[in-house]
């Protein structure tokens, strides 16, 4: 939702609630919100505090069982390595097997190793230590030989602390140490290593133990037999149960494997005895804290392989946060294991979570008490603020009298004064206004009369403009088209009857382009939407402008973007008229070079409400001319006003544009025009463009557009006939009657002989009361009805004969010089059948009876139109071979716009090249005064 209908949202529900709420919860909010903000600081601050002494303490755990873990398992390593240092330097020989065993239960008893084996090659062994965990509590050693002196079979004797030796037991038993593990291992490594974990049992319990292992070699290097000292793991567990931690926290030590070496907590870290016994898992240990935090180490890492570096991380168990703290610890003997710290947040947390308590009652007691405080201070705010609110709903009454106590000094006080002295003054003030509203009541009333009158007389002015203009020029060209129709004339009269016809349509043209601009100005001018093919659009303006184009020697291109669509439905006539204003323009001002046209489609993102929704099309035309100065594109789209360039060409009215602009809004668009680094936007502002945009334009303008349209398909598209000439009515018909009610009788005269040669017999009437009578006793098939005549209208006639079911048969088609699209729907409401503008072409007459009637018709097998003019055109080398004193006075003629000029320059021309002289008069006769010009310009550019 935007943050305008969220404020408006707010101060609604604000201008409903009572100043007294108003002035109690912000208090209120005031306290909560800062006790409670100074709790949540506080709060967090004490969890960052408590995360950082958590992360000390564990780190500072860790280092110190990492130093023992240093020290305590480099023991077993030196005393291997001082074993074998006595048997290298030959301070005692290998196979002294006394000295040996004295030596071996010396260092068993100095040191924390559990057992000592000595083995040599020949198969000698002396093994000193503990056999189980009684006689390690003791500190009671045992020693197991096996000799020739034993007749190498073990036997198992214990020795003092007086070192004295006695038989432990009297059984003896085959053992071949070199087939042990600890012995194989040590032979296969060749170096000091560790065994892998192992469990010993004695007298029916295990010791988990693991084993420093040298090999033995002289001092040729050769191997004579492997040392073998081992540890319990269970001194670490007393190590680590010696550290000073509460119950709730839990210390162990794993291997890569997983597998418990040590823990804090006394656990059975192996099974019970059994016949393939194996160390216990972290993730199958009897501790649900542990395994819950092997799961989360197993589920961040992946494996225990994968964690390389100490760090501190927490996760949750039964709804409680847990510290967890992974450092780890390697030796230079192979031993790779993990120590892991696992602490409950609760035990961080207590007397945070008490002060947290005790903040939060702290809150609700300053809530209340602001509450309080703010109930007594608004009452006192708000006792005499009511009492000027109900004295102003009694003066809105118009009860003027009420007064308001002021009976305070303090600021309400002097409100309160104030507050009466304003309602006096009002009440003098708002009789004074009822007048002066009044009076204005009648000013408005009177200038709203005059405003209809205005709007009234210039909807007249638009009517009677396009009525007095239209019909004259419906006489013009239609009987320009009676006569070469009917006459056979000479070439040169021919032409002249052409050249009548074509400045009629060129003067049609002016005047439709002034209505068209009227209609805009008053909100008259509709859409006339239709399917259409766009491709046969544009190859027709194509056409229409490339003999211009090659005449200027430049360069016409029409662009269509690959993916734009054929078939559209929107006014084609006015997207006609709007390119070829543009077009029209692009070629009269570009001397060189060319013009382009490029047609696209823009991506636009449809309403999902939006059953068709419409296409952008974007027009671009751009031409190489002379550009538009910055100083006049504010003014290019306002009407009757030229640029320069245009005024120099002396040629156009200044309506195309701001037409073209109308009916490009009224298509649901907007038109740009940019040139020489300049562009002017749709709000008329005029912006000076970047320097990128501008590298490649030169002084090209360009005018782009776009429109809304409807995109169909091929088959709503309808069929168009190829127009043939009329000449007769098809035999076996029945006499057509056609009436012809017009109060001029020069288009009476114009309908007659259009249609009487043709074979139908054609009456006439002056108005509508002559039609009626004549309809009424010649009962026509079809009337060409004036609307607007003397005596009776033909509005009023319609109505009078589609009143009668005799009327009903009659095909009343409307003839009128109005340009107003509303007139269509008038004449149509009334009973016409039809609907034709004036000036109208014979096709369009032929067309109507036939759609109403069913007339059939005979054609002229030339489909070529008649009225088109086959001159050939003036050329650049004809020019050339004129005298340059014709050319002189002809190009200031052509400048001077004097048409009295022209007469005698064609009759001097007329001798010396007459298919020359008819060509030129062709151009002056269509008003081609522009390209005229081109070619005595550039007859004169290429004179050397």
């Known amino acids: 939702m935007p943050l305008t209908a969220i404020a408006r949202i707010a101060t609604s529900i604000l201008k409903r609630v009572p100043l007294r709420t108003v002035l109690i919860i912000p208090f209120v909010l005031q306290i909560i919100t800062a006790v409670g903000l100074v709790s949540y600081l506080s709060f967090r601050n004490s969890q960052q505090a408590v995360n950082s002494l958590a992360n000390r303490l564990l780190e500072e755990s860790s280092k110190r069982v990492e130093d023992h873990l240093t020290n305590h398992l480099t023991?077993?390593?030196?005393?291997?390595?001082?074993?074998?240092?006595?048997?290298?330097?030959?301070?005692?020989?290998?196979?002294?097997?006394?000295?040996?065993?004295?030596?071996?239960?010396?260092?068993?008893?100095?040191?924390?190793?559990?057992?000592?084996?000595?083995?040599?090659?020949?198969?000698?062994?002396?093994?000193?230590?503990?056999?189980?965990?009684?006689?390690?509590?003791?500190?009671?050693?045992?020693?197991?030989?096996?000799?020739?002196?034993?007749?190498?079979?073990?036997?198992?004797?214990?020795?003092?602390?007086?070192?004295?030796?006695?038989?432990?037991?009297?059984?003896?038993?085959?053992?071949?140490?070199?087939?042990?593990?600890?012995?194989?291992?040590?032979?296969?490594?060749?170096?000091?290593?560790?065994?892998?974990?192992?469990?010993?049992?004695?007298?029916?319990?295990?010791?988990?133990?693991?084993?420093?292992?040298?090999?033995?070699?002289?001092?040729?290097?050769?191997?004579?037999?492997?040392?073998?000292?081992?540890?319990?793991?269970?001194?670490?567990?007393?190590?680590?149960?010696?550290?000073?931690?509460?119950?709730?926290?839990?210390?162990?030590?794993?291997?890569?494997?997983?597998?418990?070496?040590?823990?804090?907590?006394?656990?059975?870290?192996?099974?019970?005895?059994?016949?393939?016994?194996?160390?216990?898992?972290?993730?199958?240990?009897?501790?649900?804290?542990?395994?819950?935090?092997?799961?989360?180490?197993?589920?961040?890492?992946?494996?225990?392989?994968?964690?390389?570096?100490?760090g501190l991380s927490k996760f949750d168990y039964q709804g409680k946060t847990q510290y967890v703290r992974v450092q780890p610890w390697k030796d230079e003997y192979g031993l790779d294991w993990l120590i892991v710290m696992v602490v409950p947040e609760a035990s961080f947390m207590g007397q945070i979570e008490k002060n947290n308590a005790h903040t939060l009652l702290l809150c609700i007691a300053a809530a209340l008490f602001a509450l309080l405080l703010g109930l007594i201070t608004s009452s006192w705010i708000i006792r005499p603020i009511r009492r000027l609110n109900d004295a102003a709903k009694e003066i809105a009454k118009g009860r003027w009298d009420n007064k308001v106590r002021a009976d305070r000094a303090d600021e309400v006080g002097q409100l309160a004064q104030s507050f009466n002295s304003m309602a006096e003054q009002l009440q003098e003030s708002f009789h004074t206004l009822e007048q002066r509203v009044d009076e204005r009541t009648a000013q408005l009333a009177e200038a709203k009369e005059k405003a209809e009158v205005a709007n009234q007389a210039k909807s007249s002015f638009l009517a009677n403009m396009s009525h007095e203009l239209?019909?004259?020029?419906?006489?013009?060209?239609?009987?320009?088209?009676?006569?070469?129709?009917?006459?056979?004339?000479?070439?040169?009269?021919?032409?002249?009857?052409?050249?009548?016809?074509?400045?009629?349509?060129?003067?049609?043209?002016?005047?439709?382009?002034?209505?068209?601009?009227?209609?805009?100005?008053?909100g008259r001018t509709t859409l006339n939407e239709v399917n259409f093919d766009l491709y046969e659009l544009l190859e027709t303006l194509e056409e229409m402008f490339h003999l211009k184009a090659n005449e200027k020697g430049l360069q016409l291109i029409f662009e269509l973007s690959p993916d734009l669509p054929r078939y559209l439905y929107a006014d084609s006539m006015k997207l006609r008229q709007i390119l070829i204003n543009l077009l029209n323009n692009a070629l009269k001002f570009t001397q060189e070079g060319g013009v382009s046209l490029y047609v696209s489609t823009l991506p636009s993102s449809p309403s999902l409400a939006d059953e068709n929704p419409k296409t952008t099309f974007h027009f671009a035309v751009r031409d190489t001319g002379s550009g538009i100065a910055p100083a006049e594109m504010e003014q290019l789209f306002e009407a009757f006003i030229q640029t320069e360039t245009g005024q120099q060409a002396q040629e156009g009215t200044g309506l195309g544009l701001p037409i073209s602009r109308k009916f490009v809004q009224m298509m649901g668009g907007e038109i740009t025009a940019s040139s020489q680094g300049y562009v002017?936007?749709?709000?008329?502002?005029?912006?000076?463009?970047?320097?990128?945009?501008?590298?490649?334009?030169?002084?090209?303008?360009?005018?782009?557009?776009?429109?809304?349209?409807?995109?169909?398909?091929?088959?709503?598209?309808?069929?168009?006939?190829?127009?043939?000439?009329?000449?007769?009515?098809?035999?076996?018909?029945?006499?057509?009657?056609?009436?012809?009610?017009?109060?001029?009788?020069?288009?009476?005269?114009?309908?007659?002989?259009?249609?009487?040669?043709?074979?139908?017999?054609?009456?006439?009437?002056?108005?509508?009361?002559?039609?009626?009578?004549?309809?009424?006793?010649?009962?026509?098939?079809?009337?060409?009805?004036?609307?607007?005549?003397?005596?009776?209208?033909?509005?009023?006639?319609?109505?009078?004969?589609?009143r009668t079911v005799k009327g009903n048969a009659t095909a009343i088609i409307a003839l009128t010089a109005s340009v107003l699209e509303e007139e269509r729907a008038v004449t149509i409401s009334v009973g016409c059948d039809d609907f034709l503008h004036k000036p109208f072409r014979e096709s369009e007459i032929f067309a109507a009876i036939n759609k109403h009637i069913g007339v059939r018709y005979l054609y002229d097998k030339d489909e070529s139109n008649f009225l088109q003019i086959d001159v050939s055109q003036p050329t650049a080398h004809e020019i050339d071979a004129l005298p340059t004193a014709w050319i002189e006075d002809f190009k200031y003629a052509l400048l001077a716009g004097d048409s009295d000029l022209f007469p005698p320059l064609l009759e001097a021309l007329r001798d010396r090249n007459p298919t020359l002289e008819r060509a030129i008069a062709q151009s002056l006769d269509n008003f081609e005064y522009e390209k005229l010009l081109n070619l005595i310009t550039n007859r004169q550019e290429n004179q050397p």
């Open 680 to 802: 002017l936007q749709p709000t008329g502002q005029v912006l000076a463009l970047e320097p990128a945009a501008t590298a490649n334009r030169a002084q090209d303008t360009i005018f782009e557009f776009t429109i809304q349209a409807l995109v169909v398909s091929a088959s709503d598209i309808p069929s168009q006939q190829p127009q043939r000439r009329v000449t007769a009515l098809a035999p076996n018909q029945p006499n057509y009657r056609i009436l012809v009610v017009d109060d001029k009788a020069l288009n009476r005269q114009l309908l007659v002989k259009l249609l009487e040669p043709l074979g139908f017999a054609v009456n006439e009437a002056a108005n509508g009361r002559e039609a009626i009578e004549v309809w009424d006793a010649w009962e026509p098939h079809l009337i060409f009805m004036d609307m607007r005549m003397p005596v009776m209208d033909g509005y009023e006639a319609t109505q009078q004969i589609k």
């Open 75 to 310: 023991e077993p390593h030196h005393i291997a390595h001082d074993i074998a240092n006595l048997i290298n330097f030959e301070f005692i020989e290998a196979t002294d097997l006394d000295a040996i065993e004295h030596f071996l239960w010396y260092s068993a008893k100095e040191s924390t190793v559990s057992y000592i084996n000595y083995g040599l090659e020949t198969g000698e062994y002396i093994g000193v230590g503990y056999n189980s965990k009684e006689d390690l509590q003791n500190k009671r050693l045992s020693i197991s030989e096996i000799s020739s002196r034993t007749n190498w079979q073990q036997r198992n004797f214990i020795r003092d602390s007086q070192d004295r030796q006695s038989k432990l037991d009297s059984s003896v038993y085959s053992r071949n140490p070199r087939s042990e593990v600890w012995y194989r291992q040590a032979i296969t490594a060749n170096k000091p290593i560790w065994s892998n974990i192992y469990l010993s049992y004695s007298k029916g319990e295990g010791i988990l133990s693991l084993t420093a292992l040298r090999p033995l070699q002289n001092r040729s290097d050769k191997s004579i037999g492997e040392i073998g000292v081992s540890i319990a793991t269970s001194t670490l567990d007393d190590f680590l149960q010696q550290i000073d931690f509460k119950d709730t926290y839990k210390i162990v030590i794993v291997d890569r494997n997983g597998i418990l070496i040590a823990s804090s907590r006394d656990e059975k870290l192996y099974p019970s005895h059994q016949n393939n016994p194996s160390p216990l898992k972290a993730i199958d240990s009897e501790d649900p804290l542990l395994r819950a935090a092997t799961q989360y180490l197993l589920a961040k890492n992946g494996n225990f392989d994968e964690i390389e570096t100490s």
């Open 470 to 522: 239209r019909t004259p020029l419906n006489a013009i060209l239609g009987f320009t088209q009676l006569l070469v129709r009917n006459g056979n004339f000479a070439a040169e009269q021919r032409e002249h009857l052409q050249i009548v016809y074509r400045s009629g349509e060129h003067l049609l043209a002016l005047i439709n382009q002034v209505l068209d601009l009227s209609k805009i100005e008053a």
